[in-house]
Structures are given as structure tokens and as C-alpha cells.
């Protein structure tokens, strides 16, 4: 078993829905974070957290510590939001250990 | 600009050379790491270094090597030792008060 999984592996939305990515993970951890990957490979990191939520326009990012269980909302979808989104938890000792991501396609 | 340069975006090796990748940060960090891709896979640590002249092995270190000569300098050779180098390979950096990471845009590798 992996110790990152993300759910659903492949999702396609219309535009203007609201969607949800989930991260289980099954280590202690210090910090959280969502990634988002485009086409090109290229790499940025979205979220970093440790409890609560955080929100950054139509991006929300939760995580419950006790259930190891962390999620990413996007609100109002659009095609650009069409990326592959990657759960990485910071273990103690700051390695970072990666889901396997989620490809998300938004169609117009 | 400050960030993470590698080059080139595209490599092509024949089986049986060594190649070395680039990756250069001018962001002043401490730490640089190298991650491999697969398709369905989530990004694994090859090597990773903490500081200048000091770096460590990661979980799939076999059939790599690493130097870190410079603070802004941390290349990565794949050797022949490596037996599936077709991958795409990034790059990251940390600094040391911060748990972020910094992704640099990625070499895609081809061996054949």
C-alpha cells in the first residue's frame, strides 16, 4: 500500500462544477501539500498546510490530521484548471512523499 | 528573475552513455533534491543535498550519481548502471527555514 493514494486517479468535469480531489496518507507528518502539474511538466506548489483550511481564489484546501485525510476544492471549474494535482506530505525529517496524482480535465 | 533553471527540456541518450542533467537555482537555498517521474507513479527521491560538498541517497538511487560543488549547482548523472533511464526528471529546492519546495520545469529523458 502506498503511503500517499489520491482519489479518483482520472476525473473530467464540465465547466462550472465544483470538484473534489482526496488524499489519504497512512504516515505522521508535519506539513501537507497540493501541486499542480500542467502539460509541460513544469511544477507549482498550491497549498502548503498543517491543519485547518486555506483558500487561495477558487482553491480550497483542507486537512484533517486525525483521519490522515486531506482534500483540494476547486469551485466554478474551468478548462484551465485542467492539470494533474498532486498530494505530498512532509514527513518528519523533510522528505517528501508523493501521491500519484490526479488528472483532471475540464471540458467547456 | 529568481527560480529553477534545467536543461535542456528534451534529452536523447543511446543505451550504454552517460548523461548528466542540469539543474541551476539562483534562489539561495540550501537544499536541492532530484525526482524521478513514471507515468502513474508519484514522483520519487533519487538524491538529495542539504548543503555544499554534502549530499545523500534517496530511494532510488541506483545507477545515479550526484555533486554539489555549488550552493546554486546540484547536476545529476544518469549512468549506463541505470537500467530504465527513460523518465522525466525534476529538479527542486528548499530553503532551509521553510518546509516549500521549489520545482524547477523538468528534463524528459529517452534512452534508446
Known amino acids: 500500500k502506498n503511503e500517499v493514494e489520491q482519489s479518483p486517479q482520472n476525473l473530467t468535469a464540465q465547466e462550472g462544477e465544483f470538484i473534489t480531489i482526496n488524499c489519504s496518507y497512512s504516515?505522521?507528518?508535519?506539513?501537507l501539500h497540493w501541486l499542480q502539474q500542467h502539460p509541460g511538466g513544469g511544477i507549482v506548489s498550491l497549498f502548503m498546510?498543517?491543519?485547518g483550511k486555506k483558500k487561495h481564489g477558487r482553491l480550497i484546501a483542507t486537512i484533517n490530521i486525525q483521519e490522515k485525510h486531506s482534500s483540494l476544492h476547486i469551485t466554478a471549474s474551468h478548462p484551465r484548471d485542467s492539470a494533474v494535482y498532486i498530494c505530498?506530505?512532509?514527513?518528519?525529517?523533510?522528505?517528501?512523499?508523493f501521491g500519484a496524482g490526479t488528472i483532471l480535465r475540464v471540458k467547456s | 528573475d529568481g527560480g529553477i533553471t534545467q536543461s535542456p527540456k528534451y534529452l536523447f541518450r543511446k543505451e550504454g552513455q552517460n548523461v548528466t542533467l542540469s539543474c541551476e537555482q539562483n534562489?539561495?537555498?540550501?537544499?536541492m533534491y532530484w525526482y524521478r517521474q513514471d507515468p502513474g507513479q508519484g514522483l520519487r527521491l533519487i538524491y538529495y543535498?542539504?548543503?555544499?560538498?554534502?549530499?545523500q541517497k534517496g530511494d532510488i538511487a541506483e545507477g545515479y550519481s550526484v555533486s554539489r560543488e555549488k550552493k546554486e549547482s546540484f547536476p545529476l548523472t544518469v549512468t549506463s548502471a541505470q537500467k530504465n533511464p527513460t523518465a522525466f526528471y525534476l529538479c527542486?529546492?528548499?530553503?532551509?527555514?521553510?518546509?516549500?519546495?521549489?520545482f524547477g520545469p523538468g528534463t524528459r529523458l529517452t534512452v534508446t
Open positions: 527542486a529546492s528548499r530553503s532551509s527555514g521553510s518546509h516549500e519546495q521549489y
Open positions: 504516515v505522521g507528518i508535519s506539513a
Open positions: 498546510l498543517s491543519s
Open positions: 505530498a506530505v512532509m514527513e518528519y525529517g523533510n522528505k517528501l512523499v
Open positions: 534562489l539561495n537555498h540550501d537544499a
Open positions: 543535498s542539504q548543503i555544499v560538498n554534502d549530499f
